[in-house]
């Protein structure tokens, strides 16, 4: 089975900066079907990003994704209050692991 | 509007038997492929397993196969996750999740609220 891992695991950013987040998969995956997701506490997570770049609807343009293969990146511009949380990667290519998360704080 | 609404908290004792249900509406409920996720509290997500309601072919985690069943109803818009004996491991919250646009292979945008199952003596 594919295995994700996310870097980092922690991310110390201040609002307006820019974070890069990571999730790298132990195999290729299918068709870049890869997925990112944002989880604030006491909810269930919420789709950003899907087929590893294409924004999923009514989210904003601060996010985006790239990569392929094995390598994938979740981007996003400027951040918002809202942005603080633990974000997810997961591939739906084969099954549908989930990686470890990275979560982003406050500075 | 699509919803997906989960049966609420469950409390129960290690060996007991527990079903929790998701019901889909909004949509065509036997389109769309059904996941359940697991998180434990301060935890991250874990995938379980999917179900596709037309059929109920299921494909499941290597990590949670023989511990769980997933089943579906279509005449109710439900799937079902079930444990026949449940253990304090399995204390959790469990997320229910449709699948957006037919085929196996497509991402996750519509989530149910969550279900906490809490397993203790």
């Known amino acids: 089975d594919i295995v994700l891992t996310q870097s980092p695991g922690t991310l110390s950013l201040s609002p307006g900066e820019r974070a890069t987040l990571s999730c790298r998969a132990s195999?290729?995956?299918?068709?870049?079907?890869l997925a990112w997701f944002r989880q604030k506490p006491g909810q269930p997570p919420r789709l950003l990003i899907y087929?590893?770049?294409i924004r999923a609807y009514g989210i904003p343009d601060r996010f985006s994704g790239s990569g392929s293969g094995t390598d994938f990146t979740l981007t996003i511009s400027r951040l918002e209050a809202e942005d603080f949380a633990v974000y997810y990667c997961?591939?739906?290519?084969?099954?549908?692991?989930f990686g470890g998360g990275t979560k982003v704080e406050i500075k | 509007e699509i919803e997906m609404v989960q049966s609420g908290a469950e409390v129960k004792w290690p060996g007991e038997s527990l079903r929790i249900s998701c019901k889909g509406s909004?949509?065509?409920?036997?389109?769309?492929?059904i996941n359940w996720v697991r998180q434990v509290p301060g935890k991250g997500l874990e995938w379980m397993g999917k179900?596709?309601?037309?059929?109920?072919?299921?494909i499941y985690s290597p990590s949670f196969q023989g511990h769980v069943t997933i089943s579906a109803d279509k005449s109710m818009s439900t799937v079902y996750l079930h444990w026949s004996s449940l253990q304090a491991s399995d204390t959790a919250i469990y997320y229910c999740?449709?699948?957006?646009?037919?085929?196996?292979?497509?991402?996750?945008?519509?989530w149910g609220q969550g279900t906490l199952v809490s397993v203790s003596s």
């Open positions: 999740a449709r699948q957006y646009g037919s085929g196996i292979h497509t991402p996750m945008p519509d």
């Open positions: 909004g949509y065509s409920f036997p389109t769309y492929w």
């Open positions: 179900i596709d309601p037309s059929d109920s072919h299921t």
């Open positions: 195999q290729s995956v299918s068709n870049n079907y």
């Open positions: 087929d590893a770049s």
């Open positions: 997961q591939q739906y290519g084969s099954t549908g692991a």
